[in-house]
T-cell receptor, first 116, second 108 residues
Framework: ETGVTQTPRHLVMGMTNKKSLKCEQHLGHNAMYWYKQSAKKPLELMFVYSLEERVENNSVPSRFSPECPNSSHLFLHLHTLQPEDSALYLC???????????????FGEGSWLTVV | QKEVEQNSGPLSVPEGAIASLNCTYSDRGSQSFFWYRQYSGKSPELIMFIYSNGDKEDGRFTAQLNKASQYVSLLIRDSQPSDSATYLCAVRGGKLIFGQGTELSVKP
């Protein structure tokens, strides 16, 4: 239990569906992240939120839409995805976003997404 | 050149041996270095972080950092089958960049 909770853990969706991934952190952190992990590839940073403000968007297609209503919750809204978007989507949080020594990030258990 | 590079493995060691995992990075301004362990089908979990040159020990794990040579390593002493996992190196300069991970297999 890392203090970062993701739901659902598994999701299968068609290419025309709309679904959302949810993340909640109970650590009092101020920064939250979405990562994508595909087989045999490094973790890819998708979005960063700091104090509920999106501060980073790493060229992610618009079919992925993040939402951060408060510092404890983060959503990833999914719409008209492609089969190649099938992956493990990891939410994470850290105390701050700044590159400070020891500012570690903690991951949730992940949401396995399959697009059919 | 990849920003953070790890040998993907698999690295196979016998139980009780020392496992040595290596990571090189390209950004000389990097300040913090992290090792995560990821079991198959699970999310990464933090093992250690280090930010000063030299060694940092925590139980059976030792992280070694050499900024001049731009590498960081993780040694696991007395390896156990339960250590079998993928080990991710992460390096923070302005951003936190992950390597692709090294798969470790500890054989009984």
């Amino acid at each position: 239990e890392t203090g970062v909770t993701q739901t659902p853990r598994h999701l299968v969706m068609g290419m025309t569906n709309k679904k959302s991934l949810k993340c909640e952190q109970h650590l009092g952190h101020n920064a939250m992240y979405w990562y994508k992990q595909s087989a045999k590839k490094p973790l890819e940073l998708m979005f960063v939120y700091s104090l509920e403000e999106r501060v980073e968007n790493n060229s992610v297609p618009s079919r992925f839409s993040p939402e951060c209503p408060n510092s404890s919750h983060l959503f990833l809204h999914l719409h008209t995805l492609q089969p190649e978007d099938s992956a493990l989507y990891l939410c994470a949080s850290s105390q701050t976003r700044a590159g400070r020594s020891g500012n570690t990030i903690y991951f949730g258990e992940g949401s396995w997404l399959t697009v059919v | 050149q990849k920003e953070v590079e790890q040998n993907s493995g698999p690295l196979s060691v016998p139980e009780g041996a020392i496992a040595s995992l290596n990571c090189t990075y390209s950004d000389r301004g990097s300040q913090s270095f992290f090792w995560y362990r990821q079991y198959s089908g699970k999310s990464p979990e933090l093992i250690m972080f280090i930010y000063s040159n030299g060694d940092k020990e925590d139980g059976r794990f030792t992280a070694q950092l050499n900024k001049a040579s731009q590498y960081v390593s993780l040694l696991i002493r007395d390896s156990q089958p339960s250590d079998s996992a993928t080990y991710l190196c992460a390096v923070r300069g302005g951003k936190l960049i992950f390597g692709q991970g090294t798969e470790l297999s500890v054989k009984p």
